[in-house]
């Protein structure tokens, strides 16, 4: 697992005092303790630049320095960002000890191309993106690769059927579907509309009111039967 090393100040708390941060270049930051109560930091912006090229994916140990004096290895559980700006404004570090196994999500790859894609037409549908692991802290993976290349339509892969890395658990016993290979939808073809035969009179619907032409017709038939009487 890789490690990383930061450098933070402690900071104050309080209206305002978090924009005055930013506006400085810098994070605002709270790391959180297994025992102790929550410390409110400031982490310097280009400093924390270094660490997300180093880890795109934010799962590095960090080696966190407090002051100059006081040393944690800490895990990123959360962050928040500006996107428009691509810049952090805030990060959640968590202290953690490395002797102690975590519980926490990592990513799914799928690998390969299913049977049920590249031979029957099917299509491939990733239900999960992440999984629920128990790993010590050296030892967490970027990823978890699933083997999907077998699948036919209508089979799936389940959590308790991935194979995962050496000192890799599932914290308790699951089954859900993480990977499925599904028919295609059929598309709905409308049925083309049928062409009127020349000649012949349309039939009104039931309950509508005759054509004047159907009227006329009848009149006209009346007033024949009349002068045969």
């Known amino acids: 697992m890789e490690r990383l090393v930061l450098e933070a100040t402690t900071r104050a708390v309080g209206k305002g ?14 790391l959180y303790g297994r025992k102790n109560e929550p410390v409110a930091l400031s982490v310097h912006g280009r400093a924390f ?10 799962t590095a140990i960090i080696d966190l320095t407090i002051d100059g004096k006081e040393k944690f290895s800490a895990l990123i559980r959360d962050y928040q960002a500006d996107v428009i700006r691509r810049h952090f404004t805030h990060l959640d570090f968590q202290a953690i000890d490395l002797t102690e196994k975590l519980d926490l999500e990592v990513p799914v790859h799928l690998i390969g191309l299913p049977i ?8 491939l549908e990733q239900l999960r993106r992440k999984i629920h692991i128990r790993v010590l802290p050296t030892n967490i993976p970027k990823h978890i690769e699933v083997d999907v290349s077998n699948l036919k ?3 799936s892969v389940h959590a ?5 890395p050496e000192g890799v ?8 579907t993480i990977a499925a290979v599904v028919a295609p939808q059929k598309e709905e ?3 083309a509309p049928v062409a009127a035969v020349e000649g012949a ?18 009149k006209a038939g009346g007033e024949k039967a009349e002068k045969k009487g």
Do not use: C, M, W
């Not at 005092?17 to 709270?30: D, E, L, S, T």
């Not at 308790?160 to 995962?164: C, G, I, M, S, T």
């Not at 658990?169 to 859900?176: D, L, M, Q």
């Open 201 to 218: 009179a349309a039939t009104p619907a039931e309950g509508a009111a005759p054509s004047a032409e159907a009227e006329k017709g009848a």
């Open 17 to 30: 005092v978090a924009r005055k941060i930013r506006a400085a270049g810098n994070i605002p930051a709270v």
């Open 160 to 164: 308790d059927e991935v194979k995962l």
């Open 189 to 191: 073809v409308a049925a």
């Open 49 to 58: 630049e270094k660490v997300t090229k180093a880890s795109p994916d934010l």
């Open 116 to 123: 049920g894609v590249k031979d029957e037409g099917g299509v």
């Open 169 to 176: 658990e599932f914290p308790h016993v699951t089954n859900y």
């Open 153 to 155: 339509i209508g089979q």
